[in-house]
């Protein structure tokens, strides 16, 4: 079985640009989450999603920070108009149930630089 | 949501030996609490995960223990091998913000010495 699939793995862009990052889950799970990881910290969550919908946002950036979980197709985070601070490792995970008790899958990241 | 905190950032170890890494949380209502690793370049892996009704929980070469009158969470690794070497973060699920994310700590890196 394929695990969570994230790409690209490494993403390069200038300020100003925009960044997309693209999450497909696990066979089976519609539970979908985004972090976001500095150098040498731990994980911050930034959003949950299911199948179009949002659950929880509360750890995104208010400005130029969106996500989404079409019905079909991956989830994507997307970053408008990025700034060197946005330089940082994004992780997704999914899940197959809702709730707090459940074991969350990592994908391997994408590492996004900010020139 | 709280903070989950570890008392070391850096572990090392000889080959062979048994490796603890420890993990403090403050959060008395968090009821779910999963280890990772993370080796360089990737993403989290799941090692193993205990629920509050639980204090202790073994698996392959790894044990979880779980002290929740001092809020303290610690992962035993036996017999440690240079595989191991990695950073391990501490995740807990806190019921009450209604929130389906994990709060990670800082992580601790393991070093084996062959």
């Known amino acids: 079985n394929a695990g969570v699939m994230q790409n690209p793995r490494h993403l390069v862009r200038r300020r100003g640009q925009e960044a997309r990052l693209r999450c497909s889950p696990m066979?089976?799970?519609?539970?979908v989450y985004w972090y976001r990881q500095l150098p040498e910290e731990g994980l911050k969550f930034m959003v949950y999603?299911?199948?179009?919908?949002?659950?929880?946002e509360s750890g995104m950036p208010k400005e130029r920070f969106s996500a989404e979980f079409p019905k079909e197709g991956p989830s994507i985070l997307r970053i408008q108009q990025v700034v060197r601070g946005d330089s940082a490792a994004y992780f997704c995970?999914?899940?197959?149930?809702?709730?707090?008790?459940?074991?969350?899958?990592f994908g391997a990241g994408t590492r996004l630089s900010v020139l | 949501g709280e903070s989950v905190g570890l008392h070391l950032p850096t572990l090392s170890v000889q080959e062979g030996d048994n490796s603890i890494i420890n993990c403090a949380y403050s959060?008395?209502?968090?009821?779910?609490f999963i280890w990772y690793k993370q080796e360089s370049g990737k993403g989290p892996q799941f090692i193993i995960d205990?629920?509050?009704?639980?204090d202790k929980r073994q698996g392959q070469r790894v044990t979880v223990l779980l002290n929740k009158t001092v809020k303290h969470l610690s992962l035993q690794i036996a017999a440690t091998q240079p595989g191991d070497s990695a950073v391990y973060f501490c995740?807990?699920?806190?019921?009450?913000?209604?929130?389906?994310?994990?709060?990670f700590g800082t992580g601790t890196r393991l070093t084996v010495i062959p």
């Open positions: 995740a807990e699920n806190e019921p009450s913000t209604g929130a389906n994310n994990l709060f």
């Open positions: 999603l299911q199948k179009e919908n949002i659950i929880d």
């Open positions: 959060n008395s209502a968090s009821d779910y």
């Open positions: 066979k089976g799970h519609s539970h």
């Open positions: 205990i629920r509050s009704n639980m």
């Open positions: 995970a999914s899940s197959p149930l809702a709730g707090g008790q459940n074991i969350q899958y």
